[in-house]
């Protein structure tokens, strides 16, 4: 039996923040970021809306970027004493994958954060409140997914949380929010959108529910990516759609190891974090060759290259063709081809990759690679990428 779940309601295009005014509740609580949202206006936008709909409305804002345990416990805090009926998350990935955590914590204050690493562990979610979701990237689409990433920073790890109970009731995907994205934040999560949708489509997990969203999803980054990134806004409001569509089918079909690396490498060198994005573009093509050598994979990979237009008269042809329109999208967009290049020293590398290659293997998304892994095998895979060799095992 498969599963398909997606939020009761996502609502599209420009100007649908609107939509907040909707909700029916009596209390809100508003998780957001750093504050591009107030900057931009968005966030009084927000607060309006959420009034009109005769809510009482609460602020927590200064979720970090790669949201920590300890900012999860606050916000959890925070809405046991408002008490909402609404949690309303807006901004990037991190505000929306830290409230879906508090929400957990909200609701059961005995649960531990060792609870809810195991993969499909929480507790039955919306005894108190629904989740509404509005995402300001163009990447994560966690506005759709159930998954939530949360950083350990004691122990220097990132825990994909995954669970059906924290898919938004809600999207509001409005592109007038990313109208002002910075380039490298339009590079970075655009490549995100693409890896999900690549490693949806090939996940021992796709189904033909998913498919078509996968492979719609690349079609439209393949078309509107560099544009989007050069700043024209019809683009920047496709990639919109493109990486939620993209969230629709992983949230379903689940991922693979280019997410597995980039969990566990992003906080792991003290070199500096390596953005989720851009460890994902650099990886992606990798991984790709490694998967290939399995010949389910490899059909699945070529079919992406045929449905996408790409050059090729065999299936090692359109794989090759596929791993070049990335690396070509990574030199566009200003995303190094080599952990070398992005600035690890060597011997720091090879001091941490034993262990990190190890946490790699045992994260969630390792299970639906459609080929599988141990922890020898990736830290080869993790030197190629290192030093940009040629993955021929």
């Known amino acids: 039996m498969g599963r398909f779940t997606l939020p009761r309601d996502v609502y599209h295009g420009k100007g649908c923040l609107e939509e907040l005014k909707n909700l029916k509740g009596k209390k809100a609580i508003l998780v957001v970021g750093g504050g591009s949202m107030r900057r931009q206006g968005f966030l009084d936008k927000a607060v309006n809306y959420l009034k009109e709909a005769g809510m009482e409305v609460e602020l927590f804002e200064g979720v970090e970027p790669d949201p920590s345990v300890e900012t999860v416990m606050k916000g959890a805090e925070a809405m046991r004493a408002f008490e909402p009926d609404w949690i309303v998350a807006m901004g990037g990935g991190s ?86 994205l910075p380039a490298h934040q339009v590079a970075y999560t655009g490549m995100d959108a693409l890896t999900h949708a690549i490693e949806a489509y090939v996940s021992t997990l796709n189904c033909v529910y998913t498919d078509p969203l996968a492979i719609q999803a690349i079609e439209m980054v393949f078309d509107y990516l560099p544009a989007s990134y050069k700043g024209n806004m019809e683009a920047r409001a496709q ?52 998967n290939a050598k399995d010949p389910v994979a490899a059909k699945r990979y070529a079919e992406i290259a045929r449905r996408t237009g790409l050059a090729g008269a065999s299936e090692k042809a359109l794989i090759n063709s596929l791993c070049a329109k990335i690396n070509e999208f990574n030199v566009i967009l200003g ?59």
């Open 95 to 180: 505000p929306i994958d830290a409230a879906k955590a508090m929400w957990a914590f909200y609701e059961y204050p005995e649960t531990t954060f060792e609870d809810l690493i195991t993969p499909f562990n929480f507790p039955e979610l919306r005894q108190k409140a629904k989740f509404a979701a509005i995402p300001s990237t163009s990447g994560t689409a966690t506005e759709v997914t159930a998954f939530s990433v949360i950083t350990d920073y004691a122990k220097g790890i990132k825990y994909p949380l995954a669970d059906f109970n924290i898919t938004p009731d809600v999207a509001i995907v409005d592109s007038e929010l990313v109208e002002k």
């Open 239 to 290: 990639m919109h759609d493109a990486q939620c569509l993209a969230g629709m089918a992983f949230s379903n079909a689940l991922l693979g190891i280019v997410h597995s690396m980039a969990h566990k490498t992003g906080a792991a060198f003290s070199t500096g974090h390596i953005t989720h994005g851009l460890a994902n573009a650099m990886y992606l093509p990798y991984v790709i060759k490694y």
């Open 335 to 393: 995303i190094p081809a080599t952990l070398k290049e992005f600035g690890i020293k060597e011997d720091e590398f090879k001091e941490k990759i034993a262990a990190i290659s190890e946490n790699a293997v045992g994260d969630a998304c390792t299970g639906s690679n459609p080929r599988a892994i141990d922890p020898a095998t990736m830290e080869k895979l993790f030197t190629c990428i290192y030093y940009g060799t040629e993955v021929d095992f």
